[in-house]
Nanobody
Framework: QVQLVESGGGLVQAGTSLRLSCAPS????????MGWFRQAPGKEREFVAA????????YYGDSVKARFTISRDNAKNTVYLQMNSLKPEDAAVYYC???WGYGSNWFERSSYDYWGQGTQVTVSS
């Protein structure tokens, strides 16, 4: 069974950093584009970042550009989301996702085939 397992969430103060990890199990995702989405209470799930299988292309949502960095280590079958200068509005459940294909719109949820259960990030002001 394919699973994406997120970790690294927690409670932090505004202005600090967190690093989320996503470690797929059940298969290798080295040929997949990996993405991060987040969902705050009462809001739609929104795109945060994505990275293509080789790491050659990265995409970011406007609200996290210059603060968040997505990376991957295919040897470890792991993708990371480094979150710096966290703001209270970054608080949400963060989801890891994997999608396969070329020319897909990686900003869209529908482009992804597998999803994790999410990890909670809380940012206090």
């Amino acid at each position: 069974q394919v699973q994406l397992v997120e970790s690294g969430g927690g409670l932090v103060q505004a202005g600090t950093s967190l690093r989320l990890s996503c470690a797929p199990s059940g298969r290798t995702f080295s040929s997949y584009t990996m993405g991060w989405f987040r969902q705050a209470p009462g809001k739609e799930r929104e795109f945060v970042a994505a990275i293509t299988w080789s790491g050659g292309r990265k995409y970011y949502g406007d609200s996290v550009k210059a603060r968040f960095t997505i990376s991957r280590d295919n040897a470890k079958n792991t993708v990371y989301l480094q979150m710096n200068s966290l703001k209270p509005e970054d608080a949400a459940v963060y989801y890891c996702a994997a999608g396969w294909g070329y020319g897909s719109n990686w900003f869209e949820r529908s482009s992804y085939d597998y999803w994790g259960q999410g990890t909670q990030v809380t940012v206090s002001s």
